[in-house]
């Protein structure tokens, strides 16, 4: 699977933005897609993530409540809508394709990474 993230900027804080990955090469339906975020100096961390029939999602306390991933498996594209954007939300943010077991929220559990897009929270 390639994936491709788009979207990112800067926003203000409480601003939102949009960030789309899209798939291609094998059947994107069949996969867990999640949203990972680095930020300068730390760790990659999980964000969110949404199973391959849609309805289920998961979100690290950091953004519940603020962010949705969503998917459209007719688009081969998963989403991360981020509202009431935050300084500490600054980071590169990358789309990751899972083979793997529901919830799968560890970067060692998925298969495929895009490229990285990043979003940056204006105080």
């Known amino acids: 699977v390639q994936l491709q993230a788009s979207g990112g900027g800067l926003v203000q804080a409480g601003g939102s933005l949009s960030l789309s990955c899209a798939a291609s090469?094998?059947?994107?339906?069949?996969?867990?897609m999640g949203w990972f975020r680095q930020a300068p100096g730390k760790e990659r961390e999980f964000v969110a993530a949404i199973s391959v029939n849609p309805g289920r999602t998961v979100y690290a306390d950091s953004v519940k409540g603020r962010f949705t991933i969503s998917r459209d498996n007719a688009k081969n594209t998963v989403y991360l809508q981020m509202n009431s954007l935050k300084p500490e939300d600054t980071a590169v943010y990358y789309c990751?394709?899972?083979?793997?077991?529901?919830?799968?929220?560890?970067?060692?559990?998925?298969?495929?990474w895009g490229q990285g897009t990043q979003v940056t929270g204006l105080q």
């Open positions: 990751a394709a899972s083979r793997g077991w529901w919830p799968v929220t560890s970067n060692q559990q998925y298969d495929f």
């Open positions: 090469g094998r059947t994107f339906s069949g996969y867990v």
